[in-house]
């Protein structure tokens, strides 16, 4: 490999763990900032926690998702070399 290929790809694989995180820290965030609002709102106590869980569910399957499409697209790549 050429050195610019190498820091191609260093950068790439730098910016896919930055999808990662994000993909799973969003729906997080979301979830927990709107769990707390409608507990303060409505006086509960336990919103936050199954918004928080439904947040991380959605993450996963965030991840999930653009994990099966990268890991397809490799694939098509790898077959037409």
Same mark, same amino acid.
Request: hydrophobic letters at 45%.
């Given at each position: 490999?050429?050195?610019?290929? /190498? $820091?191609?790809? /260093?950068?790439?694989?730098? =910016? %896919? /763990?930055? +999808?990662? $995180?994000?993909?799973?820290? /969003?729906?997080?965030? %979301?979830? &927990? =900032? %709107?769990?707390? *609002? %409608?507990?303060?709102?409505? $006086? &509960?106590? *336990?919103?936050?926690?199954?918004?928080? &869980?439904?947040?991380?569910? =959605?993450?996963? +399957?965030?991840?999930?998702?653009? =994990?099966?499409?990268?890991?397809?697209?490799?694939?098509?790549?790898?077959?037409? +070399?």
């Amino acid at each position: 490999m050429k050195k610019g290929r /190498v $820091g191609s790809e /260093v950068y790439r694989s730098f =910016a %896919l /763990v930055m +999808q990662f $995180g994000i993909n799973m820290l /969003v729906p997080i965030c %979301l979830m &927990t =900032a %709107l769990g707390i *609002y %409608l507990d303060r709102k409505l $006086g &509960t106590s *336990y919103l936050v926690i199954v918004l928080f &869980t439904v947040g991380a569910i =959605a993450g996963g +399957q965030n991840i999930y998702r653009m =994990a099966k499409r990268i890991y397809e697209n490799d694939g098509d790549d790898k077959k037409n +070399q």
